[in-house]
């Protein structure tokens, strides 16, 4: 069997490195940071993946916390409540990722923390550079998040639109949210979610435009002067305990159409496409193409030699199948936040057209896997 690298230690490479390691395939996993550590996540996951990560052994054996319920607020402070029909729960990707790179270890998978900083594809093998070494493989998996060195190296079409968007993430004590609910309050230019995650800690974490904060000056005064205009997140900013020394921040997060195959790289995660964070199924959609990543490779490279063209068109079709349209639908749907009156329009179809509002929300997600 040919030697697999898989460049990006999140939940898409992790997920596909350790099903892979299973099945006997030799993993080399590159991520340049060490666990444990954070990331700029909503930290919500649908209740979709939760049968797959049970059968797997691949569920965090801490208490993560259930969710149920879902609130939105418009700017002004009008709200609206509705119930998850699936539900999800909410864990942190500190914890997670820590609990899967330990999985991915013990499957075998050589987990190696170095930055992988371009790679090449050449007589049907890849050379992978880091900034400590050379390696070769026959196959890769792109599984290095939402924006990344390589996007440019590749000369991703994405890559080259700025993007208008800031990501903000904190942990905070407050004991003012009701534990099973995710809400997500809406600011100027952007909304904000709030929801458990375990040990009593909740993830806070908002989407924001970059001219916003540019204009402010800072990303406190921007909290200070935009996102305590919505009185939910005024409350939260002025009583709750951060955590943090400082956010973890993400610039130029993109929501443009990315292709699931690239120069012959299988993309995973956010690097194949990333739906907007207010349909709170990024993770799930990680994970899930994460595993269909790993059958995709199984069925054509376990035996014999690799058709690589049969492979790649197999993957993204079953990506395109499972994934385009969430996405699509999550970018019309996030038109609806950040606007004073359209932040209102949402609170009411929420209010007065449930069977509207559940049908949307149904189309951000996917069957349980």
Request: aromatic share 10%.
């Amino acid at each position: 069997m040919r030697q697999i690298i898989v460049i990006g230690g999140g939940l898409a490479g992790l997920v596909a490195s350790i099903l892979l390691s299973r099945k006997g395939f030799q993993i080399k996993l590159f991520e340049r940071k060490k666990y444990p550590f954070h990331r700029v996540c909503g930290e919500y996951i649908s209740n979709e993946v939760r049968p797959f990560l049970k059968e797997n052994g691949l569920f965090p054996d801490i208490a993560t916390a259930d969710i149920s319920k879902f609130q939105l607020t418009s700017v002004n402070g009008k709200t609206a409540h509705m119930p998850l029909d699936l539900g999800g729960f909410g864990v942190s990707r500190y914890a997670l990722d820590h609990f899967l790179a330990g999985e991915a270890l013990d499957s075998g998978v050589d987990i190696i923390h170095e930055k992988v900083t371009d790679l090449s594809f050449q007589k049907d093998d890849f050379e992978i550079r880091t900034d400590k070494g050379e390696y070769e493989a026959g196959i890769v998996m792109g599984a290095f998040g939402k924006r990344s060195v390589l996007d440019k190296s590749l000369d991703r079409g994405f890559i080259k639109k700025r993007s208008p968007y800031v990501g903000v993430k904190y942990h905070i004590k407050y004991d003012q949210h009701e534990p099973s609910t995710v809400a997500l309050h809406n600011f100027k230019g952007g909304y904000c979610g709030i929801n458990k995650v375990e040990n009593g800690v909740y993830n806070l974490c908002y989407l924001g435009e970059r001219k916003n904060l540019k204009y402010s000056g800072s990303i406190e005064k921007l909290e200070e002067n935009v996102l305590a205009q919505n009185p939910f997140l005024e409350k939260i900013f002025s009583t709750a305990t951060f955590l943090f020394d400082k956010p973890e921040v993400i610039n130029e997060i993109s929501f443009e159409t990315k292709a699931p195959v690239e120069n012959h790289i299988l993309m995973c995660g956010d690097a194949a496409g990333m739906i907007t964070p207010l349909c709170g199924n990024g993770m799930a959609i990680a994970i899930h193409s994460g595993k269909i990543a790993a059958e995709i490779v199984i069925k054509h490279a376990s035996k014999g030699a690799l058709n690589r063209v049969a492979m790649e068109k197999e993957y993204a079709h079953r990506w395109n199948v499972m994934f385009k349209n969430r996405l699509r639908t999550g970018r019309q749907i996030q038109k609806l936040f950040g606007a004073p009156w359209l932040s209102n329009t949402a609170v009411a179809i929420c209010n007065n057209l449930k069977p509207m509002a559940n049908y949307l929300m149904s189309k951000t997600h996917g069957q349980v896997f």
